[in-house]
């Protein structure tokens, strides 16, 4: 590309809190979709059931995506996160559709990048940006699956930054600006995963925003793992980010507290898109985005985060509410290694 995606960021970012978009899942859901919308032209007599495999709809279905991507950048959203959750080849194989993770990938940035590219034609004064999506897989390798066998691995590190090396190859060639490690839930995933985007940096000689955000699963202030939010850090800070953050999990009352311990601690800028609350009982997400502005307001008022939007349950009416509330204030100042506890 011939813009510096990171010194535009970087200028952007110094200036004011950016917006992520909301979630991808519960749009999609507004669609009642069908099997015969997740095959497609492409895949009638694929062996096994496609529906609820989203990633496959930036293929079979790329108007609704496209469509959902511009929905968030009406509303404020400074950034298009691919459709590529479980664009892996370890993620698809509960579907067999390993080989096609190539075309996931990229077709899931195209759908951002061809929204993204509108949105910017409209309003040159506020570029947008197409993030692409490396999500955790379905494996853990840090963890093992038998208690009665503690070193059992259903994946290797090697395995990880093979299908993570892939995909971000092809989030790149359909037009990603940054690659975000997301939903963390185990660091020796996330590691395998910069171990990957170091590699694809080197192969193409050149390089680009790297952001990570991780998830603390429960109470405990802890992700999956074990890692506490300041361990999280200290493993990632290999990484060069642009920024490290936390996503999913909790809403943003539970989050504050350990986006606030990020925030001491981090060289780095800091992102935060939290779930519209918890689910009730169905699995549904009842926080009203007024409610959800109310309790993301403590982590902007006190300037604890450069980038911020939402994840399960969130939708543009709730980042809506959340980029006027941004507005109001400034982003967090970058820290030294001199001014971090």
Not at 138 to 149: E, F, K, L
Not at 181 to 205: P, Q, Y
Not at 299 to 318: F, Q, W
């Amino acid at each position: 590309m011939s813009r510096d995606v990171s010194q535009q960021l970087n200028e952007i970012l110094s200036k004011r809190i950016m917006m992520l978009d909301g979630a991808m899942g519960t749009m999609i859901q507004r669609h009642k979709l069908e099997e015969e919308d997740f095959r497609g032209d492409h895949y009638p007599d694929h062996s096994h059931p496609l529906k609820g495999n989203n990633d496959l709809l930036s293929i079979t279905r790329p108007q609704i995506i496209e469509d959902i991507h511009g929905a968030y950048f009406e509303v404020g959203s400074d950034f298009a996160t691919t459709n590529s959750f479980n664009g892996t080849t370890i993620a698809q194989a509960d579907y067999a559709m390993e080989e096609h993770v190539h075309d996931i990938n990229f077709y899931a940035a195209q759908c951002a990048r061809s929204a993204a590219d509108k949105w910017t034609e409209k309003t040159p004064d506020k570029p947008r940006f197409v993030i692409g999506a490396l999500g955790p897989t379905n494996r853990t390798a840090s963890i093992s699956p038998d208690v009665n066998d503690p070193g059992k691995r259903l994946v290797t590190f090697d395995d990880l930054r093979i299908a993570y090396k892939q995909a971000c190859h092809s989030l790149l060639e359909g037009g990603a600006d940054i690659i975000m490690i997301e939903t963390i839930f185990d660091c020796l995933n996330a590691k395998a995963a910069l171990f990957a985007v170091d590699e694809v940096k080197e192969e193409l000689g050149r390089s680009f925003p790297v952001m990570v955000s991780g998830t603390i699963t429960d109470a405990s202030g802890r992700t999956l793992s074990g890692q506490t939010v300041e361990a999280f850090w200290v493993s990632m800070t290999h990484g060069h980010l642009l920024s490290i953050g936390l996503n999913c999990a909790t809403g943003a009352n539970d989050m504050a507290p350990y986006i606030k311990r990020l925030d001491k601690i981090a060289t780095d800028l800091i992102s935060a898109h939290p779930n519209a609350g918890l689910p009730n009982e169905f699995g549904e997400y009842d926080q009203t985005p007024e409610e959800m502005a109310k309790e993301v307001e403590t982590l902007v008022a006190g300037g604890h985060v450069n980038i911020l939007g939402g994840c399960c349950g969130s939708t543009p009416e709730h980042i809506a509410a959340l980029a006027q509330l941004a507005a109001k204030y400034p982003p967090r100042q970058r820290k030294d290694s001199q001014q971090v506890a």
